[in-house]
């Protein structure tokens, strides 16, 4: 029998497994995982979140680190759509579009609208988790309590696909990162300024971020001794 990805759509399957990938989260190395499952999986990555009858999991990242993470892949990566606009910006004049509360925080038609900045940064999580509104904060938070199987957190990637790995009953055995943006400053390593804008823009991912931090950490520590034992040698196996 052969098994599946399956993307952006809808399953006639009860519990059926599905990854609610929100952008720069590190979903495609997982997507690499999935490929090599003995189960089909749906991965939602254009779709925001439905109550349907699946097993929902997702992972979430601190949104100081994931606009970063978002500047410098499209600054970089020549196929993005709003590569040619960006690669001459400075970090300054990104986050100055991305707090312009006049452009209104939508998705646009063209790929390539420079709009799609807002889009693509200002509470992105809360809009997937919500259903599509990114100031709906309350419906996110209770979405992720009541729906979400598990959530993981990108900065303890080894420790969520390991939580993923026994909740669903998966098999990793090699882990190795997809579509990482690479040499680029670390948060600790911007203006304080700037971080401080993003948070405050972001005000509704951060909440929610917090959130999803204590959900993983209550799974992750509720691990008995000898599954942490079994964590660490994965960890040192893994890679």
């Given at each position: 029998?052969?098994?599946?990805i399956?993307f952006?759509?809808?399953?006639?399957?009860?519990?059926?497994?599905?990854?609610?990938?929100?952008p720069?989260t590190?979903?495609k190395?997982?997507?690499?995982l999935?490929?090599?499952?003995?189960k089909?999986?749906?991965?939602?990555h254009?779709?925001?979140?439905?109550?349907l009858?699946?097993?929902?999991?997702?992972?979430?990242?601190?949104?100081?680190d994931?606009?970063?993470?978002t500047?410098?892949?499209?600054k970089?990566y020549?196929?993005?759509?709003?590569h040619?606009?960006?690669r001459?910006?400075?970090l300054?004049?990104?986050?100055?579009y991305?707090?312009n509360?006049?452009i209104?925080?939508?998705?646009?038609?063209s790929?390539?609208?420079?709009?799609?900045?807002?889009?693509r940064?200002?509470?992105?999580a809360t809009r997937?988790?919500s259903?599509?509104?990114?100031?709906?904060?309350?419906?996110a938070?209770?979405?992720?309590?009541?729906?979400?199987s598990?959530?993981g957190?990108?900065?303890?990637?080894?420790?969520?696909?390991?939580?993923m790995?026994k909740?669903?009953?998966?098999?990793?055995t090699?882990l190795?990162?997809?579509?990482?943006?690479k040499n680029?400053?670390?948060?600790?390593?911007i203006s304080?300024?700037i971080i401080q804008?993003?948070?405050e823009?972001n005000?509704?991912?951060?909440?929610?971020?917090?959130?999803?931090?204590?959900?993983f950490?209550?799974?992750l520590n509720?691990?008995s001794?000898?599954e942490k034992?079994?964590l660490?040698n994965w960890k040192?196996n893994?890679v």
């Amino acid at each position: 029998m052969r098994y599946l990805i399956i993307f952006d759509k809808e399953v006639n399957t009860k519990n059926a497994l599905c990854f609610l990938h929100i952008p720069k989260t590190g979903g495609k190395t997982l997507w690499n995982l999935f490929e090599k499952q003995e189960k089909n999986i749906l991965v939602w990555h254009s779709e925001y979140f439905k109550p349907l009858p699946y097993t929902f999991f997702t992972m979430l990242r601190d949104p100081a680190d994931r606009i970063m993470s978002t500047y410098y892949y499209i600054k970089r990566y020549k196929r993005d759509p709003l590569h040619k606009q960006v690669r001459e910006m400075t970090l300054e004049d990104f986050i100055g579009y991305m707090c312009n509360e006049n452009i209104v925080n939508k998705r646009y038609n063209s790929k390539n609208d420079l709009r799609n900045i807002r889009y693509r940064t200002v509470n992105l999580a809360t809009r997937y988790l919500s259903g599509g509104d990114p100031d709906n904060i309350e419906k996110a938070k209770n979405n992720l309590n009541r729906y979400f199987s598990l959530v993981g957190i990108t900065e303890s990637y080894f420790e969520s696909v390991f939580l993923m790995q026994k909740e669903f009953n998966l098999k990793f055995t090699q882990l190795i990162k997809i579509n990482e943006t690479k040499n680029r400053p670390k948060v600790e390593e911007i203006s304080k300024k700037i971080i401080q804008k993003i948070i405050e823009i972001n005000k509704h991912d951060s909440e929610l971020y917090l959130l999803a931090k204590k959900l993983f950490y209550e799974k992750l520590n509720a691990l008995s001794a000898d599954e942490k034992i079994e964590l660490n040698n994965w960890k040192n196996n893994v890679v």
